[in-house]
Protein backbone atom coordinates (compact mmCIF):
# COMPACT_ATOMS: atom_id res chain seq x y z
CA UNK A 1 0.00 0.00 0.00
CA UNK A 2 1.18 3.05 -0.81
CA UNK A 3 1.59 6.15 1.62
CA UNK A 4 0.23 9.01 -0.08
CA UNK A 5 2.07 12.46 -0.34
CA UNK A 6 1.54 15.00 1.62
CA UNK A 7 1.88 18.65 0.84
CA UNK A 8 2.48 21.60 3.09
CA UNK A 9 1.11 24.70 2.57
CA UNK A 10 3.13 27.53 3.88
CA UNK A 11 1.17 30.82 4.54
CA UNK A 12 3.05 34.42 3.55
CA UNK A 13 2.76 36.62 6.27
CA UNK A 14 1.51 40.21 5.04
CA UNK A 15 3.61 43.25 5.15
CA UNK A 16 2.09 45.99 6.98
CA UNK A 17 2.16 49.09 5.76
CA UNK A 18 1.31 51.85 7.98
CA UNK A 19 0.92 55.52 7.11
CA UNK A 20 0.43 58.30 8.89
CA UNK A 21 -1.00 61.42 6.51
CA UNK A 22 -3.42 64.51 6.99
CA UNK A 23 -6.24 64.85 4.02
CA UNK A 24 -5.05 68.30 4.09
CA UNK A 25 -1.48 67.61 3.76
CA UNK A 26 -0.31 68.22 -0.17
CA UNK A 27 2.79 66.25 0.67
CA UNK A 28 0.77 63.24 1.82
CA UNK A 29 -0.92 63.11 -2.03
CA UNK A 30 2.03 63.28 -3.48
CA UNK A 31 3.34 60.62 -1.24
CA UNK A 32 0.10 58.75 -1.69
CA UNK A 33 0.75 58.47 -5.23
CA UNK A 34 4.43 57.68 -5.48
CA UNK A 35 3.81 54.66 -2.84
CA UNK A 36 1.24 53.73 -5.00
CA UNK A 37 3.46 53.34 -7.85
CA UNK A 38 5.91 51.54 -5.96
CA UNK A 39 3.15 49.16 -4.71
CA UNK A 40 2.10 48.24 -8.05
CA UNK A 41 5.14 47.04 -9.77
CA UNK A 42 6.04 45.48 -6.40
CA UNK A 43 5.98 41.20 -7.22
CA UNK A 44 4.64 40.96 -3.55
CA UNK A 45 2.18 43.06 -3.09
CA UNK A 46 -1.14 41.09 -2.48
CA UNK A 47 0.51 40.56 0.65
CA UNK A 48 1.09 44.16 1.64
CA UNK A 49 -1.80 45.50 3.89
CA UNK A 50 -1.85 49.08 4.01
CA UNK A 51 -3.46 50.76 6.89
CA UNK A 52 -4.10 54.33 7.34
CA UNK A 53 -3.40 56.22 10.27
CA UNK A 54 -4.83 59.64 11.24
CA UNK A 55 -2.62 62.74 11.45
CA UNK A 56 -3.50 66.43 11.80
CA UNK A 57 -1.01 69.24 10.70
CA UNK A 58 -3.40 72.15 12.40
CA UNK A 59 -6.26 70.07 15.23
CA UNK A 60 -6.58 73.56 16.17
CA UNK A 61 -8.57 74.91 12.45
CA UNK A 62 -12.14 75.90 13.39
CA UNK A 63 -14.59 74.03 11.20
CA UNK A 64 -15.88 76.08 8.48
CA UNK A 65 -13.02 79.08 8.20
CA UNK A 66 -13.88 81.75 6.25
CA UNK A 67 -9.93 82.39 5.31
CA UNK A 68 -8.64 81.49 2.22
CA UNK A 69 -5.67 78.32 2.45
CA UNK A 70 -2.97 81.19 1.67
CA UNK A 71 -4.17 83.65 4.29
CA UNK A 72 -4.36 81.08 6.68
CA UNK A 73 -1.23 79.38 6.32
CA UNK A 74 0.36 82.98 6.16
CA UNK A 75 -1.52 83.50 9.75
CA UNK A 76 -0.35 80.18 11.05
CA UNK A 77 3.77 80.41 9.74
CA UNK A 78 3.68 84.04 10.16
CA UNK A 79 4.87 84.06 6.44
CA UNK A 80 4.06 86.80 4.13
CA UNK A 81 1.42 86.13 1.63
CA UNK A 82 3.68 85.72 -1.17
CA UNK A 83 5.81 83.78 0.44
CA UNK A 84 3.19 81.36 1.02
CA UNK A 85 2.45 81.34 -2.71
CA UNK A 86 5.65 80.58 -3.58
CA UNK A 87 5.38 77.77 -1.39
CA UNK A 88 1.98 76.75 -3.60
CA UNK A 89 3.81 77.30 -6.60
CA UNK A 90 6.96 74.90 -6.15
CA UNK A 91 4.25 72.16 -4.62
CA UNK A 92 2.23 72.10 -7.74
CA UNK A 93 4.77 72.02 -10.07
CA UNK A 94 6.07 69.02 -7.58
CA UNK A 95 2.05 67.46 -7.94
CA UNK A 96 1.92 67.68 -11.67
CA UNK A 97 5.09 65.46 -11.95
CA UNK A 98 2.90 62.51 -10.10
CA UNK A 99 -0.35 63.79 -12.20
CA UNK A 100 -1.69 65.85 -9.78
CA UNK A 101 -3.75 68.90 -10.30
CA UNK A 102 -3.63 70.96 -7.00
CA UNK A 103 -5.66 74.07 -7.11
CA UNK A 104 -4.75 75.96 -4.14
CA UNK A 105 -6.77 78.89 -5.24
CA UNK A 106 -10.14 76.83 -4.31
CA UNK A 107 -8.74 75.09 -1.21
CA UNK A 108 -11.28 75.69 1.62
CA UNK A 109 -9.52 75.37 5.07
CA UNK A 110 -10.35 72.39 6.98
CA UNK A 111 -10.35 70.86 10.22
CA UNK A 112 -9.89 67.12 9.44
CA UNK A 113 -10.61 65.10 12.35
CA UNK A 114 -14.34 64.13 10.77
CA UNK A 115 -12.27 63.58 7.33
CA UNK A 116 -10.36 60.78 9.72
CA UNK A 117 -13.40 59.61 11.17
CA UNK A 118 -14.97 59.13 7.79
CA UNK A 119 -11.63 56.58 6.64
CA UNK A 120 -12.14 54.65 10.18
CA UNK A 121 -15.48 54.15 9.28
CA UNK A 122 -14.59 52.92 5.63
CA UNK A 123 -12.26 50.90 7.05
CA UNK A 124 -14.32 48.43 9.24
CA UNK A 125 -15.97 47.45 5.74
CA UNK A 126 -12.10 46.78 4.06
CA UNK A 127 -9.13 48.57 3.75
CA UNK A 128 -9.92 49.00 0.12
CA UNK A 129 -12.36 51.45 0.84
CA UNK A 130 -10.74 53.39 3.33
CA UNK A 131 -8.19 53.58 0.80
CA UNK A 132 -10.40 54.62 -1.84
CA UNK A 133 -12.19 57.38 0.89
CA UNK A 134 -8.46 58.65 1.65
CA UNK A 135 -7.94 59.32 -2.06
CA UNK A 136 -11.43 61.05 -2.65
CA UNK A 137 -11.03 63.31 0.33
CA UNK A 138 -7.74 64.51 -0.77
CA UNK A 139 -9.10 65.28 -4.52
CA UNK A 140 -11.99 66.94 -2.88
CA UNK A 141 -9.75 69.33 -0.66
CA UNK A 142 -7.10 69.91 -3.23
CA UNK A 143 -8.83 69.72 -6.91
CA UNK A 144 -12.49 69.95 -5.75
CA UNK A 145 -12.30 72.73 -3.43
CA UNK A 146 -14.88 71.37 -1.26
CA UNK A 147 -14.97 71.53 2.79
CA UNK A 148 -14.31 68.46 4.25
CA UNK A 149 -14.85 69.33 7.34
CA UNK A 150 -18.53 69.65 6.22
CA UNK A 151 -20.51 66.76 7.34
CA UNK A 152 -23.01 66.47 4.32
CA UNK A 153 -19.74 67.07 2.33
CA UNK A 154 -18.46 64.26 3.83
CA UNK A 155 -21.44 61.75 3.66
CA UNK A 156 -21.57 62.75 -0.24
CA UNK A 157 -17.64 61.46 -0.71
CA UNK A 158 -18.87 58.18 1.15
CA UNK A 159 -21.58 57.58 -1.43
CA UNK A 160 -19.10 58.36 -4.11
CA UNK A 161 -17.14 55.20 -2.74
CA UNK A 162 -19.98 53.20 -2.23
CA UNK A 163 -21.04 53.82 1.35
CA UNK A 164 -24.39 54.09 2.81
CA UNK A 165 -24.61 58.53 3.07
CA UNK A 166 -27.42 58.14 5.78
CA UNK A 167 -25.33 55.56 7.67
CA UNK A 168 -21.98 58.15 7.67
CA UNK A 169 -24.69 61.27 8.61
CA UNK A 170 -25.93 59.02 11.85
CA UNK A 171 -21.78 58.00 12.46
CA UNK A 172 -20.76 61.43 12.38
CA UNK A 173 -23.36 63.13 14.11
CA UNK A 174 -22.35 60.43 16.68
CA UNK A 175 -18.87 60.38 18.45
CA UNK A 176 -18.73 57.32 16.36
CA UNK A 177 -14.94 56.84 15.41
CA UNK A 178 -14.01 59.37 17.20
CA UNK A 179 -11.37 57.08 19.76
CA UNK A 180 -10.26 55.29 16.43
CA UNK A 181 -8.66 58.97 15.55
CA UNK A 182 -7.29 59.53 19.03
CA UNK A 183 -5.86 55.93 19.53
CA UNK A 184 -3.96 57.05 15.88
CA UNK A 185 -2.71 59.97 17.23
CA UNK A 186 -1.35 58.83 19.88
CA UNK A 187 0.13 56.17 18.17
CA UNK A 188 1.67 58.80 16.21
CA UNK A 189 3.55 60.07 19.30
CA UNK A 190 4.83 56.10 20.48
CA UNK A 191 6.49 55.61 16.86
CA UNK A 192 7.72 59.41 16.84
CA UNK A 193 6.01 60.81 13.92
CA UNK A 194 6.86 64.73 13.96
CA UNK A 195 5.51 65.34 10.58
CA UNK A 196 3.73 63.52 7.34
CA UNK A 197 3.62 61.84 4.89
CA UNK A 198 4.93 59.03 7.21
CA UNK A 199 5.25 54.93 6.17
CA UNK A 200 6.19 52.42 9.09
CA UNK A 201 6.72 49.03 6.73
CA UNK A 202 6.21 46.27 9.96
CA UNK A 203 7.13 48.23 12.67
CA UNK A 204 10.41 47.74 11.89
CA UNK A 205 11.36 50.66 8.78
CA UNK A 206 10.77 54.38 8.64
CA UNK A 207 10.38 56.56 5.36
CA UNK A 208 9.79 59.75 5.84
CA UNK A 209 8.09 62.09 3.43
CA UNK A 210 6.79 61.94 -0.26
CA UNK A 211 10.27 59.91 -1.09
CA UNK A 212 10.55 59.11 -4.58
CA UNK A 213 8.95 55.73 -5.68
CA UNK A 214 12.18 54.77 -6.51
CA UNK A 215 12.71 54.39 -2.63
CA UNK A 216 9.57 53.30 -1.62
CA UNK A 217 10.12 50.39 -3.89
CA UNK A 218 13.65 49.86 -2.20
CA UNK A 219 11.46 50.21 1.25
CA UNK A 220 9.56 47.47 0.26
CA UNK A 221 11.94 45.14 -1.07
CA UNK A 222 14.09 45.67 1.65
CA UNK A 223 11.22 44.76 4.87
CA UNK A 224 10.07 41.73 2.87
CA UNK A 225 13.49 40.52 3.02
CA UNK A 226 13.84 41.10 6.69
CA UNK A 227 11.78 38.28 8.11
CA UNK A 228 11.47 36.23 4.89
Known amino acids: MTTPATTTITRVRPLRVEIWADVACPWCYIGRRRFAAALRTFPHREHVE ?25 EAKMLPLADVQEMFTHVTAVAAGVGLDLRFDTVRPANTFDAHRLVHLARRRSPELADAVVEALMSAHFTRGL ?3 DREVLAGIAADVGLDAGEVRASLADDDA ?28 GVSGAQP ?9 RAWEAER
Open 147 to 149: AVD
Open 213 to 221: TELFTEALE
Open 178 to 205: ADDVLADLEEGRTVRVSGVPFFVLDRRL
Open 50 to 74: VRWRSYQLSPEAPVGSALSEAEMLA
